[in-house]
């Protein structure tokens, strides 16, 4: 085995860790796709080698961050672990956070995001945060209490950037809620022994999960979803083993 090898195994490695609590960033996650984690289910589609490359070099370019920061004058605390417990669920809530930097007196969260290609230019064109990025710094301003949150934007290709601030709010407290009770409802999928049901739909032609496809000049369009899920031939076994077009469960033709 050669050093690259090497080093991808290992990589491979962290990405096999058992699973003992809720992530931030699985609050918006298809319950099934979650689920089939915590049954610790291998993924039948593995991660490539080149995603977990793309991500460290995501991770290189956040930790320049707080040097920056501490260069304009704020206090910065990087990677701070939060661990959080609600009567409702029977496991805890485990997060990360990018940076947590003083404000005004105040702790504030800031989660970093790089990307590049369509990922940061529907950014740009919207002026919006991604719901599932959205989602997660409203998990960490109440997991930490935080008066305030924030979404920085990093295009890896163009250094385009962008900010967005959220401050702690009715709005986000029911956010907060509704997202508790998704983590309430694996808990139950998994204490009742049952397979929840698929949040998303896939387009399959001939065994295969594909983006989409055309018939009788009409196009079928998955959800992105299902084409980038790890249990994705574990999730649509029943209709991958049929040849035939189909948009979910519907044969198509």
């Known amino acids: 085995m050669d050093i690259l090898d090497r080093i991808e195994q290992a990589m491979m490695a962290e ?24 049954q610790g289910n291998a993924a039948s589609d593995p991660i490539e080698p080149a995603s977990l490359w793309r991500m460290g070099i995501g991770n290189a370019i956040h930790s320049i961050l707080p040097e920056y920061m501490k260069a304009a004058g704020f206090a910065v605390e990087e ?12 496991k805890p809530i ?28 529907s950014i740009r064109e919207s002026g919006a945060p991604r719901q599932e990025h959205y989602d997660q710094l409203v998990m960490y301003i109440h997991m930490g209490d935080f008066k ?9 290709d163009d250094a385009y950037r962008t900010m967005f601030h959220f401050g702690k709010s009715e709005e986000t407290a029911h956010r907060f809620n509704n997202l508790l009770n ?5 808990e139950h999928y998994l204490k009742e022994e049952k397979v929840p049901p698929r949040e998303f ?16 000049r009409q196009e079928y369009k998955g959800e992105w979803q299902c084409n980038y899920c790890r249990h ?10 049929q040849m035939g077009k189909f948009m979910g469960e519907e044969r198509i033709a």
Not at 79 to 89: A, G, M, V
Not at 95 to 112: A, P, Q, T, Y
Not at 232 to 241: D, S
């Open 15 to 38: 990405e096999r860790r058992e699973k003992t609590a809720h992530f931030p960033s699985e609050c918006t996650a298809c319950i099934r796709q979650v689920w089939y984690k915590w």
């Open 79 to 90: 990677e701070k672990s939060i661990l959080f417990e609600h009567p409702r669920l029977t």
């Open 94 to 121: 485990s997060g990360r956070m990018d940076i947590i930097f003083k404000e005004n007196g105040s702790w504030e969260v800031l989660e970093v995001k790089s990307t590049y290609g369509r990922g940061i230019r």
């Open 148 to 156: 305030r949150g924030h979404i920085l934007y990093l295009g890896r």
């Open 182 to 186: 998704r983590f309430a409802m694996i």
């Open 201 to 216: 739909t896939a387009t399959i032609r001939d065994g295969e999960i594909v983006p989409k496809f055309q018939h009788n």
């Open 232 to 241: 994705a031939k574990h999730c649509w076994a029943n209709v991958l083993a």
